[in-house]
């Protein structure tokens, strides 16, 4: 019998856009953009704000996801550009990853249209709980590195490729969970959450914790709980989410990105003394379950049995890399060869340094030598969760 996955909590409808530097250009000399308004943080009610926010990220040298004061605002730029409709969330995208190896799943989704019921694959079952078809799309920009924006008399060049999310998604921002999600848990080995970072409510917020809280109390004993950290729309509310899945889940899992938002520092993931004071800064903030953390040099996981974690790293590792070389198009044999690839030489005098005097609590797992001139930044987080569930899965099937 095959073991029960359940994913959660909404996925996506994506406008992926081709990164291109003239159109990108022209757009900003024609608003009269400037390097003073730059910014990642500023609220974007215009297609200019948009761009604002877009040109501040390749200026760091970063990716994350802002809101948007509406939908028209993603359509008006995306009709610019030559762009791909594709499924999006970690859950529909770990679903997808899942697929590829053959192992069916059943994810939750607070949204469907005809978009979701053509691309989403036969093996996943669906929870919904919309009364109706929508679409809100969310934009993904792109970015290889040395990607290059002009700004006035100022040249931006990103060192390394990366991406950019920009939505307003009402029903992810409300995230109603379906009544039958309980149901689902209480019959499944492994349950991923993850979703909560659109919400703006905090009333909205304590309710679907509320709820998923709930589901979480229905897996058997022998189940795990796995929660994917995200880039949350209001920073405030990852707090909340802390408090309330701390001592529900099994495993918590976040990003670089989250984990310097949550430091407040930048830190240098290769540097074994700055990452060495990150990971005990950030298993403070973190204590119980669990903790991973991955990075496009390396994953590490802390818990007192790390190593019990190993092999569902690795599988997460495996699985972002597999999709960062071949972005949506790959196969089960694509995904063995790149199992097999030289691992990053920094990143192994790095691990090698922090497992000196760590002991069994702290596992560091180097990521792969990658080289493409083609990189897929989108969903590369997501498809770290979908390896290390699909791993973990085959731990429970043995």
């Known amino acids: 019998m095959d073991t029960e996955i359940v994913l959660g909590l909404g996925g996506t409808v994506d406008y992926e856009i081709d990164w291109d530097e003239s159109r990108l250009d022209e757009l900003i000399r024609w608003y009269g953009i400037q ?8 609220p974007i009610e215009s297609e200019r704000d948009l761009l604002r926010t877009l040109a501040a990220f390749i200026a760091d040298g970063v990716g994350g996801e802002r809101f948007v004061a509406s939908s028209d605002i993603v359509e008006q730029f995306a009709a610019r ?5 594709t499924l999006g969330g970690t859950c529909v995208r770990a679903a997808i990853a899942l697929d590829r190896l053959g192992v069916p799943s059943t994810v ?5 249209d005809d978009h979701v019921r053509r691309l989403l ?14 679409t809100d799309p969310h934009l993904i920009v792109q970015y290889p590195a040395g990607a290059s924006l002009r700004v006035g008399d100022q040249l931006y060049r990103a060192r390394h490729p990366n991406r950019i999310i920009y939505t307003n998604d009402p029903p992810n921002r409300s995230l109603v969970i379906s009544p039958e999600l309980p149901s689902a848990v209480a019959t499944a080995a492994l349950f991923l959450v993850s979703g909560f970072n659109t919400i703006q409510s ?4 304590e309710a679907r914790l509320d709820s ?8 058997p004993e022998t189940g795990l709980v796995v929660y994917e950290d995200a880039g949350y729309h209001l920073p405030e509310y990852t707090e909340p989410v802390r408090r309330r899945l701390l001592g529900a889940v099994d495993l918590w899992s976040m990003n670089e990105d989250e984990l310097q938002h949550y430091l407040g520092r930048t830190v240098d993931l290769l540097d074994a003394e700055d990452v060495r004071w990150a990971l005990v800064d950030v298993r403070r903030a973190f204590p119980g379950p669990a903790l991973v953390v ?3 040099h390396w994953s590490a996981v802390q818990a007192p049995d790390a190593g019990r974690w190993a092999a569902a790293v690795q599988g997460g590792i495996t699985m972002a890399s597999t999709r960062y070389l071949h972005g949506d198009d790959w196969s089960d044999a694509d995904y063995r060869a790149t199992g097999l690839l030289p691992r990053q030489k920094d990143a192994v005098t790095l691990a090698d340094a922090l497992h000196a005097d760590a002991g069994d609590e702290l596992l560091v797992v180097p990521a792969f030598e990658l080289r493409t001139d083609t990189p897929t930044t989108i969903g590369l987080g997501d498809s ?7 791993a973990l899965s085959r731990e429970t099937r043995l």
């Open 35 to 42: 390097p003073s308004e730059l910014s990642r943080q500023l």
């Open 108 to 112: 939750h989704l607070v949204s469907i």
């Open 384 to 390: 770290f969760a979908g390896g290390l569930i699909e």
């Open 294 to 296: 991955h990075t496009r």
């Open 121 to 134: 694959p036969a093996s996943v079952s669906v929870i919904c709980s919309a009364a109706h078809d929508s």
């Open 202 to 205: 905090e009333a909205v917020l």
């Open 212 to 219: 998923v809280v709930e589901a979480i109390g229905t897996i």
């Open 81 to 85: 550009f030559e762009r791909r409709i």
